[in-house]
Every structure is written in C-alpha cells, then in structure tokens.
C-alpha cells in the first residue's frame, strides 16, 4: 500500500518562497511507472493541478501555465520523496496542498494547509 | 485546457435510494492505445483528500464498494451511488487525464434527504 506523507510550513510571508516535501513509502519516487503530482484545493479555484515529475530513464517535469513562471518540483532519491518549491507567493496561494500519486490519482496525501500572510 | 463540467452542484437523497452526478468534458478524453475515456471520480469528505473511486470512466478502484459505479463515454460521464448509504455523504469530483493540465471537475454535494 502506498503512503504519502506531506510536511512543511503551514504559514509563508508574502513574496517568500513556500515549500513542501512528500515522503513516499511502499513505492518509489523514480519507478518507471508513476507520477508523482502536487494539487492544491481553495474555495475559489477548486483543485487545482500544480505540476508533476517522473522517471523515465531521465527526470521529467511538467507544470501548469498558471504556475510555471514560480514553480519547482523536484525528486529526491535518497530520501525517496519529492518537493514542491512556489516562490513569490501571494494570498492568492493560500490552499490546501496535496501531492498525489499517478494519471488519475490513487493514492494522496493527507493536505497540508498553507496560510500566505504577513 | 480540458474543461469539465459537474452537474448538479448539490443533491439530496435519501438513504437507499439512487444519486446520479453528471460530468461533461469540453472534448473527447478517448486514450485509444489503452481503448479507455481518461476520467476519473473521487469522493472527499470532510477534511480529507480525496479518494478515488472509479478511474477508465467505469473500473473501481480496489476496495470500491460496489454501489459505485460509473459509465459514459464521448464526452458526457455518470457517477451513480445506486443505493445511498450514510457514509457516503460527501463531494464528488470528476478529472480528466487525458491531457495536462489535469483537470476536474467544480464539485457536487451529496446529501442525505
């Protein structure tokens, strides 16, 4: 059974940088069959798909338009987790973040709430 | 971008009886080398994420009661709870895979009547 554990801040300042980190268990980051995504979820913009990563012989990125200009997702081997970086945040980020695993998605975890205020 | 459209917003049910959620997709979300529509459905209750229920438009997810099915195919999907259980008041979501960026659905609330 996959386990995905989130961690990190739950409060970030304006304009600074929010990060958090997805720690897998019962599968790994760089399997040649999975993706690995962070969602956020906000009364007014739903869920909302952020961006993913996935190995494939190589490292693979993709983020939405809406974020790709502050975004970074990046896998770590060694701690078999992955990290969602959002810089220049404003209160329009504050959220519910989730990462999940797949296409359609079967595995999340279990939110973290990220507050942007001064 | 994939837009997907959820209808109702709410709905209310009584115990026993059948909910059915509708969701359309702005265009076709047909994967033809798997021959499966890239459409899934979640639950999510309070203060969880969600859960996906369905996923190919129409095959559970392991440990998916049964009660829970779903079908369509073009661009027009239904989730439908054919016997409404207490547990199962909740917001569903349907998301489309076919393409990035992944997108779902606005959401319907189901209720017990």
């Known amino acids: 059974q996959v386990q995905l554990q989130q961690s990190g801040p739950g409060l970030v300042k304006p304009a600074q940088t929010l990060s958090l980190t997805c720690a897998i268990s019962g599968d790994s980051v760089s399997s040649d069959n999975a993706a690995w995504n962070w969602i956020r979820q906000s009364p007014s913009r739903g869920l909302e798909w952020l961006g993913r990563t996935y190995y494939r012989s190589t490292w693979f990125y993709d983020y939405a338009d809406s974020v790709t200009s502050r975004i970074s997702i990046r896998a770590d081997t060694s701690k078999n987790q992955f990290s969602l970086n959002l810089n220049s945040v404003t209160h329009e980020d504050t959220a519910v973040y989730y990462c999940?695993?797949?296409?359609?998605?079967?595995?999340w975890g279990q939110g973290s709430l990220v507050t942007v205020s001064s | 971008d994939i837009v997907m459209t959820q209808a109702p917003d709410s709905l209310a049910v009584s115990l026993g009886e059948r909910a059915t959620i509708n969701c359309k997709s702005s265009q076709s979300v047909f994967y033809s080398p798997h021959s499966r529509e890239s459409v899934a459905w979640y639950q999510q209750k309070s203060g969880q994420p969600p859960k996906l229920l369905i996923d190919g438009a129409s095959v559970r997810h392991s440990g998916v009661p049964d009660r829970f099915s779903g079908s369509g195919s073009g661009t027009d999907f239904t989730l439908t709870i054919s016997s409404l259980q207490a547990e199962d008041v909740a917001v569903y979501y349907c998301?489309?895979?076919?393409?990035?960026?992944?997108?779902f659905g606005g959401g319907t609330r189901v209720e017990i009547k």
């Open positions: 999940a695993r797949g296409w359609s998605l079967n595995f």
């Open positions: 998301q489309q895979y076919f393409s990035l960026p992944l997108t």
